[in-house]
């Protein structure tokens, strides 16, 4: 069984020692150096693709916490990129940017599992705050992940008679009674 640290759990931050991983994919050279720019600012590490494939390979050899991706790409598209991430099961939010501005194409991404959608031309902030919001999420569901994991250890070294013990003793003071008894 996997030994885990119940004293600090694996919660990414900004810190100097650790940064959250972004991959940008765009096919235009200009927007992702702005991208680039833009986010490593924001402290985040940053790697970019200037396609798909080569998004799908660095996908496949590193770990993200958000991947953000132009929608429309000669070959790999980004609708191909949310197909691989929902295939692979990354469970990292992919964000569309893209110049696409009709509904049925942002549908259609959010559909096939994109976390946000934002148009090109857009506004600084609004592509910090989408960032941030992804971030967010991530963290939260990394923070999901390690007390699952936390109480899969509890529950595996306690047996049944144990667990409802804890139940009927925890409820019992929760309500303030004197004695409790599960039946």
Do not use: H
Not at 2 to 7: A, L, M, P, R, V
Not at 50 to 76: C, K, N
Not at 87 to 113: F, M, R, S, W, Y
Request: contains cysteine; hydrophobic residues 45%.
């Amino acid at each position: 069984m996997e030994s885990i640290d119940f004293k600090s759990p694996p919660v990414k931050s900004a810190s100097p020692v650790f940064r959250w991983r972004i991959l940008v994919v765009d096919d235009e050279a200009g927007m992702l150096e702005s991208l680039r720019m833009l986010l490593t600012q924001m402290g985040y590490e940053v790697t970019t693709a200037q396609d798909g494939g080569a998004a799908t390979e660095e996908l496949r050899r590193s770990d993200y916490d958000v991947v953000i991706t132009d929608l429309m790409m000669a070959g790999t598209t980004g609708y191909d990129i949310l197909e691989f991430v929902r295939a692979e099961q990354l469970n990292i939010p992919v964000l569309v940017v893209t110049g696409l501005g009709t509904v049925d194409a942002a549908v259609k991404a959010l559909k096939q599992g994109a976390y946000d959608y934002v148009l090109k031309p857009f506004q600084l902030e609004s592509i910090r705050s989408c960032v941030r919001r992804a971030i967010e999420k991530r963290q939260l569901e990394l923070i999901q992940r390690l007390q699952n994991q936390r109480l899969s250890a509890v529950a595996s070294t306690l047996n049944l008679d144990e667990i409802f013990q804890i139940i009927v003793n925890q409820s019992r003071e929760f309500v303030e009674f004197g004695s409790a008894a599960l039946v």
